[in-house]
């Protein structure tokens, strides 16, 4: 399948799903830089309207290669390319769209997160919690918007927890920590759940320390 792809993109360099998907094998095969390229190409090729999904991931995977290589200057230019993207379709797409969309803002607030911006990271997690809220509320049997909701209320209680905002950041850690309870009855086979309840605990915990110090 990479080989196929590979050749897909060399025979007609405007096909822009044959260009994603050889920069996702090659990313999955380890060949970094060739990915890059690829996915690059398909930044530059795609247009707006039409290969909206595959420029909105490509502009991911370009961020995260750049932040694999420490590049946080050019990973956060590629996130908030793609959070700028699910800005502009959020409220008029639905479906594939919609499954998809919130990643872009979990990403964009890590990096804002790892540049010490404690309250631009904040409000983009929380622009991303809205938007797994609504998608929860839709569908609320759904296990991607619970484990989507627990990210989002892990990351927004930890930066509440580092700016002093000691009670909010205690209630939102509690939210994201029962849907992990919840989903623990679920998916028994899931080995990631216990270790999300381990680091919700030990939030927890450790509000609870600075509260009785």
């Known amino acids: 399948a ?10 007609d360099p405007n096909h822009v799903e044959g260009m994603f998907w050889n920069g996702w094998l090659q990313a999955e095969a380890g060949s970094l830089a060739e990915a890059e390229s690829a996915y690059r190409r398909v930044v530059s090729t795609a247009k707006e309207g039409t290969d909206d999904w595959a420029l909105y991931w490509a502009r991911l995977a370009v961020g995260d290669i750049r932040l694999s290589r420490g590049d946080l200057s ?4 590629e996130y908030q390319g793609a959070n700028a993207m699910a800005d502009r379709v959020a409220d008029a797409d639905t479906g594939r769209w919609q499954r998809d969309l919130p990643i872009a803002y979990l990403k964009v607030g890590d990096v804002l997160l790892a540049h010490g911006n404690f309250a631009e990271a904040l409000k983009t997690y929380r622009k ?3 938007m797994t809220e609504r998608l929860a509320e839709d569908d609320p049997d759904n296990p991607n918007w619970q484990r989507n909701l627990v990210a989002s209320y892990g990351r927004v209680g930890s930066v509440l927890a580092q700016q002093g905002e000691t009670i909010l950041a205690r209630d939102t850690l ?3 920590r029962a849907i992990v309870v919840q989903l623990k009855d679920q998916l028994a086979d899931d080995t990631q759940l216990p270790k999300r309840l381990t680091a919700f605990d030990a939030e927890i915990a450790k509000l609870k320390e600075a509260q009785t110090a």
């Open 128 to 130: 991303g919690l809205a």
């Open 174 to 176: 509690y939210r994201g």
């Open 74 to 77: 050019r990973a956060t230019a």
């Open 2 to 11: 990479r080989g196929y792809y590979a050749e897909a993109a060399s025979l």
